[in-house]
């Protein structure tokens, strides 16, 4: 999602954006919504929601690792089948 998807979902949530990192303005929203702020941190060890908007991007912000759009990972295979994420070729 780019920066500019996320302000204007952030706006529609009366959420000020000004030159906030994109893990920030997720952390907002995750916030406006009722939800533990907890994008790109170390929650993500304990997180059992697979099925949040965010949930790989943010296992790739917590490991500092690029996805592409198929979901790859480009770090050892031991991490990424911790969160079922598909080797980087």
């Known amino acids: 999602m780019s920066r500019r998807e996320l ?4 706006r529609l949530k009366s959420i ?3 030159n906030h990192s994109k ?7 995750q916030r406006a919504d009722g939800n533990d702020d907890c994008f790109g ?16 991007h943010c ?6 690792i690029l996805i592409k759009p ?6 050892k295979e031991d991490v990424c089948n911790k969160y079922n994420l598909l080797p980087f070729i």
Do not use: F, G, H, S
């Not at 296992?59 to 500092?64: E, F, R």
């Open 7 to 10: 302000v204007a979902m952030a």
């Open 16 to 18: 000020v954006v000004r």
């Open 23 to 29: 893990a920030n303005i997720i952390r907002a929203i």
């Open 41 to 56: 941190t170390d929650k993500v060890d304990q997180c059992n929601q697979k099925d949040c908007l965010w949930y790989e």
């Open 59 to 64: 296992v790739a912000a917590y490991l500092n």
């Open 70 to 75: 198929k979901t790859y990972c480009k770090t």
